[in-house]
């Protein structure tokens, strides 16, 4: 079944190349592709485009199929060319005719266009609540082993102490600053397509504010021609603010490689996140957050993935758009993965809190001894900078390892409590609770 039908034929070849892996993603798109028919539908019969005993009985098998697929029992038949002809085939199986009345003042453009955002919501919220629990795991082990110190690196070279609670803390402050990407993403995603059918309108009287209503939208994309526009640039909105946070995950699992390594040994990761050589009884290794590293490295490809299908399209409609589905909808679930591993791996990493009795640091002490006779003996910066540094060289450095630092964000002030406040601050600006309510009430209608 193809809803352009018109009883001509298709060369085989054809379809196969054109359809793709259209069926395989379109399953993503499922649930969201009934909730914007339930929306589109309830609209049409309020201009009176369809009776209100027609409305109630669409709404009724619409909600069958939704409950089928929240099931995981929803299907694409061979034949049928992607979810949007599906759910009309079976709409108009179960009540005829009546079935073929859905598609008046809508397109297929605009109908996948809402789909890609309701779907896209959801897998937004799950990213929140992700990145959350991640946050909140790094926040926790900040306060834990605030006191703890760990030699920082410059040039990998070690240059200065610092401290597991800076460590932990550092990756849990980029989080807020992915979440408010993320937000930004979600502002462009919460924005209603619906209504501007293949990219100019309908002469149909449809109430584009009542389907924005509906499905819990902020706001319209208002002009119809930059509905269709937005095809490809929500996607790669969303795909920026995701290869953010895969890059906050990626280094802290370089990060983690490293440490644990034999020649830092600063963590070590539980055995249940490791695995062994098949020839070398003594191997560990980090497979687990190895994997992250390269998952989430292959999602900061997204975005430029994206806009290499989409950079030299003009305004209207392209099929190219059709293959961004194929590297958009399964990347939410591979970073979903890594931040629950990852999240699970921070909780369960032991530290070890000896680290700087090695005398192999002692040379990160350097700073504090200058700063010490700055203060202490009133000293001129460059000449204490000078004194250290004759005084390692001739062998004669012994250090002080102990730490004042008290500014904002520093070892002694790590201001967690800031960095927590202020990632709640953008969380309450999502608009989740009105876009689930608005779905949820559509489908008790």
């Keep these: 079944m193809k809803l352009w039908d018109k009883g001509n034929t298709t060369d085989e070849s054809v379809e196969k190349f054109t359809v793709g892996r259209d069926r395989e993603m379109d399953l993503y798109l499922a649930q969201a592709d009934i909730l914007g028919s339930m929306a589109h539908i309830t609209m049409l019969e309020s201009v009176g ?43 108009t199986r179960k009540v005829g005719d009546v079935g073929k009345k859905i598609h008046s003042g809508r397109s297929r453009n605009d109908q996948v266009l809402v789909d890609l955002k309701l779907f896209t919501r959801h897998k937004i919220y799950e990213l929140v609540q992700a990145a959350e629990e991640l946050f909140s795991v790094l926040i926790e082990q ?33 989080l807020t600053d992915d979440m408010q990407m993320l937000l930004a993403a979600w502002q462009v995603c919460n924005r209603n397509p619906l209504g501007s059918a293949a990219g100019y309108g309908s002469s149909f009287p449809l109430n584009r504010q009542m389907t924005t209503d509906l499905l819990g939208f902020d706001g319209l994309n208002y002009n119809v021609v930059y509905a269709q526009m937005g095809r490809g640039k929500m996607e790669r909105t969303v795909a920026y603010a995701m290869a953010s946070i895969a890059g906050t995950v990626s280094k802290l699992a370089f990060d983690a490689c490293m440490f644990s390594s034999q020649n830092f040994g600063f963590i070590k990761l539980d055995d249940k996140y490791t695995t062994g050589s098949s020839i070398m ?80 640091y002692d040379l990160i002490f350097s700073v504090e001894e200058v700063n010490r006779l700055v203060l202490e003996e009133k ?47 953008t969380l309450q600006k999502f608009s989740f609770h009105r876009a689930f309510e608005a779905e949820k009430a559509l489908l008790s209608r």
Aim: charged residues 25%.
């Design 49 to 91: 485009l369809l009776e209100k005993q027609e409305l109630t009985m669409l709404l009724h098998e619409l909600k069958n199929i939704y409950i089928a697929a929240e099931k995981g029992n929803f299907t694409i038949e061979n034949g049928v060319e992607d979810v949007h002809s599906q759910v009309e085939l079976m709409l």
């Design 142 to 174: 900040s306060e834990r082993y605030k006191r703890i110190l760990l030699p920082g690196y410059t040039h990998l070279q070690i240059a200065m102490p610092s401290s597991f609670g800076l460590w932990f803390g550092a990756y849990a402050e980029s």
């Design 281 to 360: 009884p003594h191997k560990k290794n980090p497979d687990v957050f190895e994997l992250t590293r390269a998952k989430c490295n292959r999602i900061q490809a997204l975005p430029n993935d994206i806009l290499l299908i989409t950079n030299n399209l003009p305004s209207g409609y392209f099929r190219d758009l059709q293959i961004i589905k194929e590297l958009f909808l399964p990347a939410f679930d591979e970073l979903l993965s890594c931040l629950h591993m990852t999240a699970a791996m921070m909780r369960e990493v032991q530290v070890n809190e000896h680290i700087l009795d090695n005398p192999r």
């Design 379 to 425: 000293m001129p910066f460059r000449d204490a900078y000078k004194k250290v540094g004759i005084d390692i060289e001739k062998d004669r450095f012994h250090p002080i390892k102990t730490v004042n630092h008290t500014h904002e964000g520093s070892i002694g002030n790590l201001c967690n409590d800031e960095i927590v406040k202020l990632m709640n601050e």
